[in-house]
């Protein structure tokens, strides 16, 4: 099975630009998580889609990042605009187990810089 | 308050030498936890959970409630085994993890 696709893997732009990160998750796969590593800092979430729904957005950092889900299948982190301390490598995973008692599995992320 | 904390951030170990990586954790409730693995270009995988009681690779992981904490052993150290190494702990129903900073593991021959 295909696994956890982000794209793209790494995004440079100027600071107040715009930037469109991508998730697609495993298929069949309900539960898609973003979260995010600033640099030096520990992976934090940012939010979790149940399909289509925001199930938990506690931890998006302010209303310049907006997150979408796409019929419950794909889904988009909008940076707008972006600034310097939104540099930072940001992950998407994906369960099909609502509750992960078997984890999650993990794209390889888009590390994104803001110069 | 919820907490994962990792104290090192670097373990430099030889080829052959016992390995443990620590982690302890802050939660009221019942925890789940998980050791997480980010070998060099690829993705973070899953590498122990806590509910399973497995080894995989070689590492095991005990949780102790007593001492809140989830540490993370292998008695004999791998040059393979470098990696960065994540503690993670659930903490909601719906799958949310809190990450430890990471461990960056480095076996040397």
């Known amino acids: 099975e295909a696994g956890v696709t982000q794209f793209p893997s790494h995004s440079v732009i100027e600071k107040g630009q715009t930037v469109t990160l991508r998730c697609d998750p495993i298929s069949g796969h309900d539960n898609l998580y973003w979260y995010r590593r600033v640099m030096g800092k520990e992976i934090k979430f940012l939010l979790h889609f149940v399909k289509e729904s925001k199930q938990d957005e506690s931890g998006m950092p302010n209303n310049r990042f907006l997150a979408e889900r796409t019929g419950g299948t794909y889904s988009t982190l909008k940076v707008q605009p972006a600034e310097l301390e939104d540099s930072g490598v940001y992950f998407c995973a994906s369960s099909q187990d609502l509750y992960i008692n078997y984890g999650y599995t993990f794209g390889s992320g888009t590390r994104l810089t803001v110069v | 308050a919820q907490r994962v904390t990792q104290p090192e951030k670097l373990l430099s170990v030889f080829k052959g030498a016992p390995v443990e990586l620590k982690c302890n954790y802050s939660y009221s409730g019942s925890p789940e936890l998980f050791w997480y693995v980010q070998y060099s270009r690829q993705r973070l995988q899953l590498l122990l959970r806590?509910?399973s009681r497995e080894s995989i690779k070689g590492f095991t992981a005990d949780l102790n409630k007593g001492e809140t904490s989830f540490h993370l052993k292998k008695p004999f150290a791998q040059e393979e085994d470098s990696a960065m190494y994540y503690c993670a702990l659930k903490t909601d129903s719906w799958g949310k993890l809190q990450f430890g900073a990471g461990t960056q593991v480095v076996v040397t021959p």
């Open positions: 806590h509910i």
